[in-house]
């Protein structure tokens, strides 16, 4: 059965720094791409950034580049979110998902939140 | 970025057929996807490139359209179908998704 499960979300003050962890289970994690999905909290889905199955490519919305750092470990089948300089509209749940063929998320994990507040 | 426009709301009757439309603001050829949404829940693929069904799926989940234009059906629906859903696109980065039409059940 295939698992992802997000961990490290939390309050943080703008401007300051978060990351995030995806464990992933029940499949081969190095044959697959990996993304992070975004919902605010009246808002819908947003597609945050995706990393290619050896971790060579990385892709990443325009509103977060430069800030967000996505990152894999195949040995630890662990996927990365590093957010730097973070603002209020990054509050919102934060989901793993496994990426195919650059086109669809077949697999989600159950999201963590970050809240980013003063 | 490519808008994806849903909506809002429907609301039928267990046993029903109900149709979810999606429109893009520029041709995404088939690579329409529809996601469902419960409560407190992550969303969950159901078709991927406009009209195949995902693994484990029930076959009353059907998805149709190419270009523009994309529909999503359930039929019949059941009471546990009520959810969000959500189409997807991955014609043109950065992928967007649809703003949702929340299904209510009568």
């Known amino acids: 059965e295939v698992q992802l499960v997000e961990s490290g979300g939390g309050l943080v003050q703008p401007g300051r720094s978060l990351k995030l962890s995806c464990a992933a289970s029940g499949f081969t994690f190095s044959a697959y791409d990996m993304a992070w999905v975004r919902q605010g909290p009246t808002k819908g889905l947003e597609w945050v950034a995706s990393?290619?199955?050896?971790?060579?490519?990385?892709y990443y919305r325009d509103s977060v580049r430069g800030r967000f750092t996505i990152s894999r470990d195949n040995d630890k089948s662990t996927q990365y979110l590093q957010m730097d300089s973070l603002r209020s509209e990054d509050t919102a749940t934060y989901y793993c998902?496994?990426?195919?063929?650059?086109?669809?998320?077949?697999?989600w994990g159950q999201g963590v939140m970050v809240t980013v507040s003063s | 970025d490519t808008v994806l426009t849903q909506s809002p709301a429907l609301a039928v009757s267990p046993g029903e057929r109900v149709t979810f439309s999606c429109r893009a603001s520029e041709s995404v050829f088939k690579l329409m996807h529809w996601y469902q949404q419960k409560p407190g829940q992550q969303p969950k693929l159901l078709i991927y490139?406009?009209?195949n069904l995902a693994s484990g799926v029930p076959a009353r989940f059907s998805g149709s359209g190419s270009g523009t234009d994309f529909t999503f059906t359930i039929d019949p629906v059941e009471a546990d179908d009520t959810a969000t859903y959500y189409c997807?696109?991955?014609?043109?980065?950065?992928?967007?998704f649809g703003g949702g039409t929340q299904l209510e059940l009568k």
């Open positions: 998902a496994r990426w195919r063929f650059h086109d669809y998320f077949d697999y």
């Open positions: 997807q696109q991955s014609w043109i980065a950065p992928w967007t």
């Open positions: 490139k406009a009209s």
């Open positions: 990393i290619s199955t050896g971790g060579d490519n990385t």
